[in-house]
């Protein structure tokens, strides 16, 4: 099953998708996300963000076949009612409004309204039913008394079916602890807290208080029954604000408590009675207070815990972002301070020990190490500092500075160390670009690959969209085809009387018909027809010359009364066999907002298909007639009878046609007789035989007395007897 939660990420929404989910069916969710969160929903499903009174909801109602809707949409904080009642309406009458509009026009199944025990107001009777006098002391209440009227007029005018739970006092995990926040979240908030409680009033005003998960359960059992109407959802018991602060005392220490004056909307005791819920949901309520405000206390612990340790965090950051610098410092200047480090133990080396690496040049060796493992800007700092201490020492040992450094064998040592430096710390920093490179074209690669996933993540849900569409929207090539598939027959009257149910359904009317072109192209007869009490059908239409029918039936010529001329139908359509029309398809009357280009294109391709119908029908009829008749006559065996017979059987109870049954008594001379007769009927008459050889004449789309009229002109050379409904008329 497909079901869209309106509200879906608030707090008692985001339970009962959750509950649908678990049981196995397709979750829909339609949120603006002004309180609810998608932290709710942990399950895989698909998600709208639009507000509910918008129009582009119908978009999400026409590629989604709906099974049920549940509206928990709305405006829920009482005092925001107050000082704003048009946003209040808006949003919980005209949103609803819009929800309700759009299931009746996309067929779905079940609608659920959450309603609220608002709409009792300050009643005082004890425990109140759904019979109890409504009497809303705020906006909201008063919105969902007017929600709940909708429902019920949506059931008895478009025969949508409608239940509205007015849900009692609803709490457990999830719930905010402001706005629309019930007085349980409240508490336990402050009291997670470590504040003083304030109790409205003495704290002796009860409530009905339900726990979410027995909301969902109900809600869930609801949608798979066929209970409608209006049902409390409640605990039917009364819980007072003092004793649901002496539960929570039991869970965590409660600071103080301090009792102030109540307000003017709050109502002194509330008790729903639930029996009818019980009775025609198949449901109980699952938890006690005791039990659900454990869970709740859990899950807001849990909660608080988190947030505490969220609180430290910018703490955290804070000491983070003056360590920050100091790493950008470290990648700066630590090449430097190790290569000093690392020059100040050669140096030692050098001058200690030099001895003792008799062949090896130790500066020598820390260009090589500090180009290695550095690159070219240190291997240039490691050879002045190698040229400083070997250009010391020399001068340590007594040479003249200038004899210094006009010396071969030292100029020669300098141009190795600065070769070495050099050629070191480029071949270095060039591998070291080439990684660097590389690891730049990976982070590109990753930027391609994570953008080619999201394309493709796009193009599945569209996809998923557009199969959905094809599927399942109402007037998709899968509907279309599912319901084409009711004139899949080879016996054309089947066909004629499956059309109007066809032209019903796919072009949404209610004044639909079909009539064969007569012998001639002079009259068309009607053959089928909707059956509209409040229509008029004639029985036969006279071609005209430059009429709509005639173009119809000449000119194959499709006709769209765009100037709604009363006089003609709104949609005429030829049905073409070969090289000519065998049949005209009319519409009469369809709304003025399918007065469209896509409906006329609509119709253009259900007019193909039924022509498709039509012809393989009477195709077969021409081919199998050496079967249905008597060899050399016009008179139908037995069998076929029956089948003619049960036909129009049919039409007279789907669409109200008439028919006349006619006995033809036997007189010298029958085939002659036969002959006549069968020349003077129209194309939608049959003459048959029955099992005793009895013949009979059936008489399409004619009354009592106008087959009485057919009756006077045969009456000079044959004698008859008229049977319709089993009655005899003579």
């Not at 478009?158 to 609803?170: A, K, P, Q």
């Not at 493992?373 to 050879?383: N, R, S």
């Not at 899968?478 to 084409?484: A, Q, S, V, W």
């Not at 709604?564 to 005209?584: C, F, H, S, T, Y």
Request: charged share 25%; proline share 2%.
């Amino acid at each position: 099953m497909r079901v869209l939660v309106t509200g879906g990420y608030g707090f008692i929404g985001s339970f009962i998708a959750e509950k649908f989910y678990k049981e196995g069916h397709e979750v829909h969710i339609l949120d603006n996300l002004s309180t609810g969160k998608k932290s709710n929903i942990q399950f895989k499903h698909r998600y709208y963000v639009l507000n509910i009174e918008d129009e582009q909801c119908e978009q999400i109602f026409r590629t989604n076949k709906f099974d049920a809707v549940i509206h928990l949409a709305a405006q829920t904080d009482i005092n925001q009612s107050i000082e704003s009642p048009a946003e209040d309406s808006r949003m919980n009458v005209l949103g609803l409004i819009n929800m309700l509009q759009f299931s009746k026009k996309y067929s779905v199944s079940k609608f659920v309204f959450a309603s609220s025990s608002a709409v009792y107001g300050d009643n005082k009777e004890i425990p109140l039913n759904e019979q109890s006098k409504c009497k809303p002391i705020s906006p909201y209440g008063m919105s969902k008394g007017i929600g709940e009227y909708y429902c019920e007029q949506w059931q008895e005018l478009y025969g949508l079916d409608t239940l509205c739970f007015r849900f009692s006092n609803v709490y457990g995990p999830r719930q905010r602890d402001a706005g629309e926040a019930g007085i349980i979240s409240i508490l336990l908030k402050k009291v997670l807290n470590k504040e003083r409680l304030v109790v409205p009033g003495d704290g002796e005003q009860t409530s009905d208080f339900i726990y979410v998960e027995d909301v969902a359960e109900a809600v869930f059992r609801a949608v798979l029954s066929d209970v409608s109407g209006l049902i409390n959802l409640s605990t039917n018991t009364e819980t007072s604000v003092n004793e649901l602060v002496h539960c929570l005392g039991k869970m965590e220490q409660v600071k103080d408590v301090i009792y102030e004056d109540a307000k003017r909307i709050t109502i002194k005791s509330s008790r729903l009675d639930n029996r009818k819920a019980r009775r025609e949901v198949d449901w109980v309520p699952k938890y006690s207070i005791e039990e659900g405000l454990e869970l709740t206390y859990k899950w807001f612990k849990a909660e608080d815990d988190y947030a505490k340790r969220n609180v430290e965090e910018p703490a955290y950051k804070e000491e983070r972002k003056a360590i920050i610098p100091f790493d950008k410092w470290d990648k700066k200047y630590l090449p430097y301070f190790e290569n000093i480090l690392i020059f100040m133990f050669i140096s030692f080396l050098y001058m200690k020990m030099g001895d003792f690496f008799y062949n090896i040049d130790l500066l020598l060796v820390y260009i090589l190490i500090v180009g290695i493992t550095f690159g070219k800007v240190q291997a240039i700092l490691a050879c002045s500092l190698s040229i400083l201490l070997y250009s010391w020492q020399g001068l340590a040992n007594g040479r003249e500075f200038i004899a210094l450094f006009t010396d071969h064998h030292t100029l020669m040592q300098f141009s190795i160390y600065l070769f070495l430096g050099l050629l070191i710390g480029y071949i270095i920093d060039r591998r070291q670009l080439r990684e660097e490179n590389a690891v730049n074209e990976l982070e590109l690669f990753k930027e391609k690959y994570q953008l080619l996933d999201d394309i493709y993540t796009e193009t599945r849900k569209v996809k998923e969209e557009l199969q959905n569409q094809i599927l399942y929207s109402e007037d998709s090539v899968g509907e279309i085809y599912t319901i084409i598939k009711k004139i899949d027959s080879l016996e054309p009257d089947e066909v004629f009387n499956g059309v109007i149910s066809v032209l019903e359904q796919i072009m949404k009317t209610k004044e639909a018909s079909i009539y064969l072109v007569g012998q001639g192209e002079r009259f068309l007869r009607l053959v089928s027809k909707s059956n509209n009490t409040n229509s008029i059908f004639p029985s036969s239409i006279e071609i005209q010359s430059d009429g709509p029918f005639t173009k119809s039936v000449s000119e194959n010529e499709f006709f769209i009364n765009r100037r709604l001329q009363p006089e003609l139908p709104m949609m005429i359509a030829p049905i073409q066999k070969g090289d000519r029309a065998v049949a005209v398809i009319c519409i009469n009357d369809i709304d003025l907002e399918h007065l469209t280009l896509y409906h006329e294109n609509l119709f253009h391709v259900v007019t193909n298909l039924i022509t498709a119908s039509i012809t393989r029908a009477l195709d077969y009829a021409d081919a199998t007639s050496h079967e249905r008749y008597i060899e050399g006559t016009a008179v139908l065996k037995t069998e076929y009878f029956h089948k003619a017979l049960k036909s129009k059987q049919k039409a007279k109870e789907q669409f109200n046609i008439p028919y006349s049954l006619i006995k033809i008594n036997e007189v010298e001379g029958m085939r002659e007789v036969i002959m006549k007769i069968t020349a003077s009927l129209r194309d939608t008459d049959y003459i048959g035989l029955d099992e005793s050889g009895t013949y009979w004449m059936l008489l399409s789309n004619t009354s009592k007395e106008n087959a009485k009229i057919a009756l006077n002109r045969f009456r000079s050379f044959v004698d008859m007897q008229y049977f319709q409904e089993e009655a005899m008329y003579v």
